[in-house]
């Protein structure tokens, strides 16, 4: 006679279902958790260079800052910092005249002679926030103009805030910085400009990721000089 074979009880075949969704449901939830890490990791460095590409502009645009050595209407060279809060929400807009095709379309004429450049945050078609640059001759206006006027260059988007800061004396500690730029300052530069991006986070309970680059003006002690 034939040994009986012996089958498998409904409760082992339930206990061996569940045991197997356990498993699938602890893969699900490491593949979940890894993909929303992988995601999170491209977001962080999409916005880093994105950060570095408009720090990089800036940067570029700061460096070929314009400033006249003979006397003369000087408040139409000088730099103009409009501080509009700090941190993360700070929606500072800073302008001066430069030379050269920083901050500006490929096929924009005013690359080839002086300009005001003006950066600024402002919102899209959505509502949402991005950094925007308006250039524009700093002399010959209609006195009816205002830079409003002027289609905004959309440099990048998914931004939360910017925050500037301006100084003119630098000690042993370094640079003392300043949020405000009033008065007779208007008609000459800063020595060194620190702009900070906020990028708005992949997900809303992170905080913003963090874009920072400090950049000295080379024609900005000649702006304080009586020619």
């Known amino acids: 006679m034939m040994p009986r074979q012996k089958a498998f009880t409904l409760l082992e075949v339930l206990i061996t279902l569940v045991l197997t969704a356990l498993a699938m449901s602890i893969c699900f939830a490491a ?3 890894i993909s929303r890490a992988w995601q999170r990791g491209l977001a962080l460095v999409d916005d880093l260079n994105h950060g570095d590409y408009v720090l990089d502009q800036v940067a570029q645009g700061l460096r070929c800052a314009f400033f006249p050595v003979t006397a003369g209407k000087k408040k139409r060279y000088g730099f103009i910092l409009e501080n509009n809060g700090d941190g993360q929400n700070a929606r500072d807009a800073f302008s001066w005249v430069k030379t050269g095709g920083a901050l500006l379309r490929a096929e ?4 080839y002679g002086t300009h005001r450049v003006r950066v600024s945050v402002e919102p899209d078609q959505e509502g949402e926030p991005r950094i925007v640059t308006r ?16 289609n905004p260059f959309a440099l990048a988007d998914n931004l939360s805030g910017m925050d500037v800061r301006v100084a003119t004396n630098r ?7 300043e949020h405000q730029w009033d008065d007779d300052a208007t008609n000459h530069l800063p020595l060194a ?3 900070t991006l906020y990028w708005a986070p992949a997900e809303e309970d992170q905080e913003p990721v963090i874009t920072k ?7 900005g002690e000649r702006s304080w000089k009586d020619k």
């Not at 250039?135 to 409003?148: G, H, I, K, M």
């Open 31 to 33: 593949f979940s958790g």
């Open 108 to 111: 924009e004429p005013l690359r």
């Open 135 to 150: 250039a524009w001759r700093p002399y010959v206006n209609l006195s009816s103009f205002t830079p409003e006027q002027i």
């Open 171 to 177: 000690t042993d500690e370094g640079w003392e910085w």
């Open 193 to 195: 400009v620190e702009i």
């Open 213 to 219: 680059r400090l950049v000295e003006i080379p024609v």
